[in-house]
């Protein structure tokens, strides 16, 4: 029997998409507001270089979940703002290592924050407990169907 407890038109797919846009809506506000001159598409990108500096574009990929083309476009504008720059492996000319400029450096803290601030209007109300339940049936869901 399907585990299914959900009525059509009440997919997890709908449920988290329209969690994860207001989410993302709310925070490109935030970043328009403090005037940093970037999408939310570049922040996810920065964000994973803010983790691991130095990643290759394959990897940003992986870990944003977009194809190459939408990474090539998304470095090639942070490398116009000036936030990363591109570097050929030493070990294969033909991978670009992305690593944070200086100003991309600097933007962190302030970018972080921004996301942590929405973060918390958005679990406003939330209790912990479930927050943590949530996260785990997320992961089982998307390791499911990995």
Known sequence: MPNNQ??????????????STAIARRLQRKINARGLNLT?????????LWKKDGL?????????????PSITRLVDNLEKLNM???????????????????????????????AEETLNEALKGVPTEQIEVCKQVLQIVYDNLR
């Open 84 to 114: 990363v720059k591109r570097v050929a492996s030493e070990n294969d000319r033909r991978i670009n290592r992305i690593y944070l400029t200086k100003q991309g450096q600097k933007i962190e803290e302030q970018a972080m924050a921004m």
């Open 56 to 68: 290759s574009q394959q990897e940003l990929c992986n870990a944003t979940f977009r194809d190459k």
């Open 40 to 48: 939310i598409e570049q922040w996810s990108v920065l964000y994973q």
């Open 6 to 19: 959900f009525r059509k038109g009440e997919l997890y797919s709908f449920i988290t998409g329209k969690a």
